[in-house]
């Protein structure tokens, strides 16, 4: 369980944290290696780093555009092979990384995708993250991409929910959304590593974000991810924040809509990611816990 006393003058370290994210026990979740202070790394150091966790993306933290900010910082991250542009998880670890040190509240994360807004709050004994997206956006994807990505994951057209039509969502990185008609089909998961990491490659995609919707609120997600050289992720808040546009602009919620995503049942390391979308502001908001291990 997570000390929630903070320590605002408690100083940052260059240390390699590890945090859980979107999960409120260590046997769940998402792991990421959090480092608060990587002024002195260089980026083949960061990628070492990376490398050696085998976490699938790890965030590297230094002060923001305006130093004498606390709250503000500057946000890479890191997978086992590359740098990436945002990840979801490694920022609702590194916000309650901070929140434990500087206190709850609100912080600012500048990314390569952009400035992501993110506020930690303590709830139900345990601190919680929420991150603003990006302006997230969504794109047709052409049947022969999706033709490839199915021979890859070895799933039949047949076996696609007809509701929930394929797209490419962005909200920092780009996913390719496809959605499995029954749980089954969702569970069993045993796809062409190589294939699909070219695919992937070719389209500019972060992982695929793989959906069955158990109600109009609920749904269940799994994410390869071989671009990062790991076969999945147990919980994926950039692709829940792209799912949250994607479930706008095919009308699968209302403007004003809280969205459940259960994401790591299959791989054993269960993870409960929460969205919202508001009226009148197109970005997607990710909520979820975190607590170091």
Not at 220 to 244: I, Q
Not at 252 to 257: K, Q
Request: hydrophobic share 45%; aromatic share 6%; net charge negative.
């Amino acid at each position: 369980m997570t000390n929630l006393t903070t320590t605002p003058d408690r100083k940052l370290t260059s240390e390699v944290l590890h945090y859980t994210a979107f999960a409120t026990s260590p046997a769940g979740g998402n792991l990421a290696g959090v480092v608060l202070d990587a002024s002195a790394l260089s980026d083949d150091e960061m990628v070492a780093i990376a490398a050696r966790l085998g976490h699938s993306e790890t965030a590297f933290v230094t002060p923001g555009p305006a130093p004498d900010d606390v709250r503000s910082f500057t946000l890479r991250f890191f997978s086992p092979k590359a740098e990436v542009g945002f990840c979801g998880h490694a920022t609702i670890a590194t916000a309650v990384a901070l929140g434990e040190r500087r206190g709850t509240g609100d912080f600012t994360f500048h990314t390569t995708a952009g400035v992501v807004p993110v506020t930690v709050a303590a709830q139900d004994g345990v601190l919680k993250a929420t991150l603003t997206s990006v302006s997230p956006q969504v794109y047709d994807v052409a049947a022969a991409e999706v033709a490839e990505a199915l021979a890859a994951l070895g799933w039949q057209a047949s076996e696609l929910d007809e509701g929930l039509p394929p797209r490419i969502a962005f909200a920092g990185v780009r996913h390719l959304v496809l959605a499995a008609a029954t749980r089954e089909r969702l569970a069993a998961l045993d796809y062409d590593f190589d294939r699909l990491l070219h695919l992937m490659q070719r389209l500019d995609l972060m992982t695929v974000q793989l959906v069955w919707r158990e109600s109009a609120t609920v749904f269940h997600v799994r994410d390869p991810f071989p671009v990062g050289g790991v076969v999945e992720d147990a919980a994926t808040g950039a692709a829940a924040a792209a799912f949250g546009a994607y479930a706008r602009e095919l009308a699968l919620a209302p403007a004003d809509a809280k969205l459940t995503l259960h994401q790591g049942h299959d791989m054993g390391r269960p993870s409960l990611l929460e969205v919202e979308l508001r009226t009148g502001d197109p970005r997607v908001r990710v909520t979820g816990a975190a607590l170091g291990i």
